[in-house]
């Protein structure tokens, strides 16, 4: 069942329609909660949180091939609703398998090494920009699609994006860090 029949059999009332999204988005709606809250614990509360709303207002989804972006940007919302409530850390695990450490042969362990660092350079993003490296990253959404979730214009992503590279290079640089934050196509490839 593709997107589209999803939400019309929601609509009508189908509980197993809506597992089927359940199962379908939770594990990558989990992993952006997780990075944006910084624990399990709070993560699964985003997450059930997002479900429930999603659930309560199926029927305010008018353009049904948005659901993906609908669910992140539901998502989005209240995990830094629950991020500026707890003010809580943000986790460097899933970046950490993204960077490339220069000049290294055993790069599992200089990652591994590194994890303070990167943390606290993550910390140090504003959350817009925290917000577009995990949306881009992370959920490989487009910058288009980054827009709609953020309620934004695609050049104010694509600023966003182009800052937070450049300010966490900046702040890996300051800490005489040997990172190379890679190009997403260079991470995924």
Avoid at 49 to 66: C, P, Q, R, V
Avoid at 106 to 116: M, V, W
């Amino acid at each position: 069942m593709d997107d589209i029949q999803m939400v019309e059999a929601i609509k009508a009332g189908d509980k197993e329609a809506f597992n089927q999204l359940y199962e379908e988005y939770s594990l990558r709606l989990y992993r952006t909660a997780y990075l944006i809250v910084g624990n399990s614990y709070d993560a699964e509360d985003v997450l059930q949180d997002t479900f429930i709303s999603a659930y309560k207002n199926m029927s305010d989804l008018k353009d049904h091939t948005k659901l993906k972006t609908w669910l992140y940007a539901i998502l989005k919302n209240r995990a830094y609703k629950k991020y500026n409530k707890n003010q809580r850390e943000f986790p460097e695990q899933d970046i950490l398998e993204k960077i490339e450490v220069k000049g290294t042969e055993n790069i599992k362990e200089d990652r591994f090494a590194l994890k303070d660092e990167i943390q606290i350079c993550l910390m140090k993003l504003k959350p817009k920009l925290r917000e577009v490296i995990v949306l881009y990253y992370y959920n490989d959404f487009t910058i288009a699609e980054i827009a709609q979730i953020c309620g934004s214009f695609q050049g104010t992503v694509k600023s966003r994006l182009y800052k937070a590279r450049k300010d966490l290079k900046r702040e890996l640089e300051k800490l005489n860090s040997d990172v190379v934050l890679p190009n997403r196509e260079e991470a995924n490839g």
